[in-house]
């Protein structure tokens, strides 16, 4: 097999877990439904990055850069949820 197939196996992995564990904190943070909210959103965008950045940036360097937009959003929608919290 191909060593870059190991690379993107290790690398979404990773992405998986961190997901998982930051929407988890959220979630006790702020409560289910927001939590679920931000979430949701960070995915949507994930998913939408995935879809420019695959045909332009090619496989690993568009998994990396819409991996980084959507931690953007969901650190925005973070600072968002605080402010309404406050």
Known sequence: ?????YLLLLLSLLVGSIW???????AEKFGSKIGGLIGMLSIV???????????RFGLIVGTVGAYFIAL?????SY???QRRVD
């Open 1 to 5: 097999m191909n060593g870059s197939f």
């Open 20 to 26: 998982v564990t930051l929407t988890t904190i959220l």
């Open 45 to 55: 965008v994930y998913a939408t990055s995935i879809r420019y950045f695959y045909p």
């Open 72 to 76: 953007l959003s969901a650190y925005l």
């Open 79 to 81: 600072v968002f949820f």
